[in-house]
């Protein structure tokens, strides 16, 4: 790509991030780039181009560096095009990235959420991947539309791109109603062939930017996105009519004695204290988890712990509730096996919420039992939902408030923080694979 007009001396002198931040903002129309290799600068920072006219315009990354996902699981560092900042658009910083597993998920082949016009897969080997959806950075430059965020400040990334993103009037059915994850024009950074996280710079819509008030570690931050997702279930879980109820006045009728959670990974963890510290339920909750430091943490923040290698989860549960077994069962392994206990561990009528992803070599056998229980069954996905009054994302705001004031404890879950985007490729090469480990941080 041809460079801009050339930059002053006292320009050129500087560090790509401080040119970066330079200038007023000016007008820019919006163009993708996609994932085109290109140079690095002469100071070995990001290329940078000007965006606009005059002498005092913003100057934005042409090409980044990332970890690119470029086939199942080959992860190589290249430098990319970034995508040109639009008058309503952002250019974030990246400073964290959590690594989640839908990320695992896909780096190994098991899951393609990209897909054409028709919902047919598009290989990795023809649109390479950047992963990485689980993000915090800083505003580096705002388009001219944007008022109400400026370089500096600290934030935390919806990924989905949603009717609201794009300004679009009327909003579609879904995000009308509070659904942005099921907008009609969905996509999504790091997910479905949108750029993600695990790259020097991002450039978003500023409606998807949460600014975060605090100085809390972008580590730390990153995690709203987790959190957020935990959030909107729970909302889909209190407001869905069904036999039984985590509490009186949520939607349902006797309140839940059991409730069984079916892992206790990151997204098993922030159910326990989500569901205690947030939803206030008093009553059993049993966490089944095979691996010591996960059990430890759940009984922490308030569950007892079963550990499916050493005694039989359908037993217990049957003993510790006198027979009637669990009246919500929330699966956060993504295992087929475990699905496959499902009917053995909840009462009829209960109500089943199916979090985990991946579900490999399930037997439908099972669905029969299932079906003679008549459970209200419940497959929420993805923090997005609905938006509040300036069009951001009223989960992201929930989740990182319930963060900000200490509420949910997302920090004791990071065990594992890798200081580079040179680190991404060991981050999915073998350090989740440790017995110790929960979550892992990228830090760039």
Known sequence: MAQGPPLAADRRERPAAARLRAGRREAAPYRAH???????????????????????????????????????????????????????????????????????????????????????????????????????????????????????????????????????????????????????????????????????????????????????????????????????????????????ALRNGSAGGEVARCVVICGAGPAGLLWVQYLRTVLGYDGLLLVTEPHATKRALAERFGAETIDPTATDPVEVVYERTRGRRAELLIEATGSGAVFAAIPRLVRKQATILLYGHGHTGVDLSVLSPLQFLEPTLLAPVGASGGFADDGRPATYIRALDLIERGQVDVQSLITHRHPSLDSVVRAFMGDHRAPEYVKGVVVV
């Open 34 to 244: 996609g994932l085109g290799l290109r140079g690095r600068a002469a100071d070995g920072g990001a290329e940078q181009h000007r965006i606009g006219g005059g002498a005092g315009n913003v100057l934005h990354p042409v090409a980044v560096k990332a970890a690119v996902l470029v086939d199942v699981g080959r992860i190589e560092l290249r430098d990319v095009a970034c995508e040109e900042p639009g008058p309503r658009d952002v250019v974030v910083r990246v400073t964290a990235v959590g690594l989640c597993g839908t990320d695992f998920h896909i780096f190994a082949g098991h899951a393609n959420y990209n897909r054409d016009e028709r919902g047919r897969p598009i290989p990795l080997a023809r649109q390479p991947q950047i992963l990485g959806h689980e993000i915090a950075g800083v505003v580096e430059a705002a388009g001219t539309a944007v008022r109400d965020l400026h370089p500096g400040e600290r934030v935390v990334v919806d990924q989905g791109r949603n009717c609201m993103s794009a300004a679009r009037s009327p909003l579609c059915e879904y995000c009308a109603t509070g659904d942005s994850h099921q907008c009609e024009w969905y996509s999504e950074h790091g997910i479905t062939g949108l750029p993600g996280g695990f790259a020097e710079y991002l450039t978003i819509p500023a409606v998807n930017a949460v600014r975060i008030a605090s100085d809390r570690d972008p580590a730390v931050a990153a995690l709203t996105e987790p959190l957020g997702c935990v959030v909107h279930s729970a909302q889909l879980l209190t407001r869905t009519p069904a036999r039984y």
